[in-house]
């Protein structure tokens, strides 16, 4: 797991060794509850970002490609229902996300002085402006 620390020793190294793009991936809770610091730094430092989570985009990231997280909650919940009426968790089968999205924020391509070519705008399901 990431600490706050770490996460800062993370973006001075971007700094330092003078990055071009940046990609922070799913998974850290340190990193999703710094994301509108993460977003804000990647801009201050003209960085292109992608990152794993559609939060990031709506806290002013460029791109994400991931998972649907309520699509995931919803199957979750399948699961926890099956649990409740007698299922075994270990019975259950593991599945992979089926449902991925692709948002892009507009106003951040813009600041960053970057146009969007066309296909990645057309795949895109949602577009912040």
Do not use: W
Request: glycine share 8%.
């Amino acid at each position: 797991m990431v600490s706050a620390t770490d996460l800062d020793e993370a973006l001075s190294t971007v700094t330092r060794e003078h990055a071009q793009a940046m990609m922070v991936l799913p998974g850290n809770p340190v990193a999703f509850s710094k994301r509108a610091e993460i977003t804000g730094f990647a801009q201050r430092n003209h960085l292109p970002s992608m990152y794993g989570l559609r939060e990031y985009v709506e806290a002013g990231g460029l791109l994400s490609y991931g998972p649907n997280t309520p699509d995931i909650c919803r199957h979750a919940a399948g699961d926890v229902d099956k649990i409740l009426k007698g299922a075994k968790p270990g019975d259950l089968p593991v599945e992979r996300p089926t449902r991925f999205e692709l948002p892009i924020n507009l106003r951040t391509a813009k600041a960053l002085g970057l146009t969007m070519r066309r296909s990645p705008l057309e795949r895109a399901d949602q577009l912040i402006q």
